[in-house]
């Protein structure tokens, strides 16, 4: 039994841990503070807006150092029938629970979290004033959605699960409408309408379960669905599959990926680099906690489930990636929107070996350290897109010959092309997938190691036509395209860059060699063992 820090567990009116709610509770504020500033700042100052944003981002982050290294805390706890609050491991399979837990597996995914939407936020600042975005509107926005990916891998039931989600979700769906191109608005909607029809299904689910177990903390909900009557099973089965569908669509899970596409391509740039890694962070722990924890008794039949969503998820998305047209406006976008929805495959691989293995905690593992390497590659890529494109809808054609305009620029994007394909100098990429590739192996799931070993092979083709656009002679480069050349008149074929968005990228490429250098550093920071 693992021991946790629970504020005041002898008393029917507890207090709360603040030191274990800080790094939500810094972004939510920092949000609101962001609100009521843009009210009285002149307009000439709103630029502080963002930084305002930033410096509550790394707030929140350095909140999660006093949490590292001890016990797991915990609050907004109930007790049990005799009196006090049993937790075993992180949720609490007794009668009682607790509703907040900030455990390692918290503190990695808040870390995800948070870090990609701080990444998100300095990419975002050069495309606020580009595409003349409502600045107060947009940080809060941010800093909101921020706040509920933060919220739920710490979340512990069912209810705070869906409002931690749903939290990250709705100012999703304004930041990406707040383009004015028209394809803001589409792409808003889309994601929308299926968003919100995916949250009806789970809450359905989450009405059967809650019927089935007589209750919504995730560890007593394990214990009432492994002790529920035979005439309530079929609904308890029922519930869990349709609140698996939430998450399934936050994570772009085949079939539920449809949006992806458009929604990337109608975002601007920095919110789709959010959404392809925040996003899929917060739907990632979210499906992680109820399937570990909440169905831990059906763990077979989710690990199966799971196993093939894992491989029809990442041969769709390579396929679709392979069907982009290079030279078509917005095909960089799309590219990289398809190969997120390949990514979340490998991503549910760790999480189908969970189901097989005689614990989750290695299989967990290898999902946070490939979760954290392909945030920092993904939010990477993204922003070398962001920075080339500009307002423009780029297409993969248009960074033909970047090597010889911009060297630097186009040295990063090559080498966050190689992590994601997992070649060599991106060691880090490969590092992961062999991570990955282990999980499977380990869990005895033979065919799905080889479904993901032919999908990375295939992913190669695409991820090495990309990089080697780039490096094309100048002889080769041909005229620019209509987009090619919007882009050119944003920034100056040869002109600088913003001198934020050049000391971002040079922070994420940075990050990314040093783990490529030092892999296991990202196993440090797993710790092997998140429950």
Avoid at 94 to 109: E, I, P, Q, R, T
Avoid at 148 to 158: M, N
Avoid at 223 to 236: D, I
Avoid at 243 to 250: D, E, M, N, Y
């Amino acid at each position: 039994m693992t021991s946790l820090a629970v504020a005041n567990p002898g008393s029917l009116i507890q207090s709360v841990d603040w030191v274990a709610i800080a790094p939500p509770l810094i972004a939510a504020v920092a949000a609101l503070a962001v609100l009521v500033t843009d009210l009285f700042l002149p307009e000439r100052h709103k630029k502080w807006l963002g930084r305002l944003t930033a410096a509550g981002l790394a707030l929140a982050l350095i909140a999660l150092l006093p949490l590292t290294g001890g016990s797991p805390r915990a609050t907004f706890c109930v007790q049990n029938v005799a009196g006090a609050t049993d937790i075993p491991s992180i949720a609490g399979s007794g009668a009682g629970g607790c509703s907040y837990v900030a455990d390692h597996f918290a503190l990695v995914f808040q870390l995800l979290a948070l870090g990609g939407a701080l990444i998100a936020a300095l990419l975002s600042a050069h495309t606020v004033d580009d595409e003349k975005l409502p600045r107060g509107e947009y940080w809060f926005l941010l800093l909101s959605s921020a706040t509920g990916a933060a919220l739920l891998p710490a979340s512990r039931d069912l209810a705070t699960l869906v409002i931690a989600l749903e939290v990250a979700s709705l100012p999703a769906f304004a930041l990406v409408a707040l383009r004015r191109d028209g394809r803001g608005a589409e792409a808003a909607l889309k994601f929308f309408v299926s968003s919100v029809t995916a949250t009806a299904v789970m809450l359905l689910g989450i009405a059967f379960v809650y019927a089935a177990s007589g209750s919504l903390h995730l560890g007593a909900v394990a214990q009432g669905l492994e002790h529920a009557p035979g005439q309530l099973k079929p609904l308890a089965e029922v519930g869990a599959v349709l609140t698996l569908v939430g998450f399934a669509f936050k994570v772009a899970a085949v079939p539920f990926h449809f949006w992806v596409p458009d929604t990337y391509t109608g975002a601007p740039l920095p919110v789709a680099g959010y959404l392809s890694v925040v996003g899929k962070a917060a739907g990632l722990s979210g499906l992680a906690l109820v399937t570990t924890i909440a169905f831990r008794p059906y763990a077979h039949t989710w690990g199966l489930v799971l196993a093939v969503l894992a491989a029809v998820t990442m041969t769709v998305g390579n396929v679709g990636a392979l069907r982009q047209r290079f030279d078509t406006r917005y095909s960089a976008v799309r590219l990289l929107a398809w190969s997120s929805v390949g990514q979340a495959g490998y991503l549910l691989v760790p999480l189908a070996a969970a189901g097989y293995a005689p614990t989750g905690a290695d299989p967990l593992g290898a999902t946070a350290a490939y979760a954290l390497i392909y945030g920092v590659v993904n939010l990477g890529a993204f922003g070398v897109v962001a920075a080339v494109g500009r307002r423009a809808g780029a297409s993969v054609d248009d960074f033909r010959g970047l090597f010889g305009r911009r060297r630097w620029t186009a040295l990063a994007l090559a080498f966050f092309l190689l992590c994601l394909a997992g070649l060599p100098p991106g060691v880090i990429g490969l590092f992961g997938k062999v991570v990955v590739f282990r999980a499977a192996v380990d869990a005895g799931l033979g065919w799905l190691a080889v479904v993901m070993a032919v999908n990375v092979v295939v992913a190669l083709y695409y991820y090495l036509l990309w990089t080697a656009r780039l490096f094309a002679p100048a002889a080769d480069v041909p005229a620019p395209s209509a987009v090619g050349r919007a882009a050119g008149a944003d920034a100056g074929a040869e002109g600088r860059l913003p001198v934020s968005l050049t000391a971002t990228l040079g922070l994420t490429a940075s990050v990314a060699v040093v783990l490529s250098v030092a892999p296991q550093l990202v196993l440090q920071v797993v710790g092997g063992s998140l429950f």
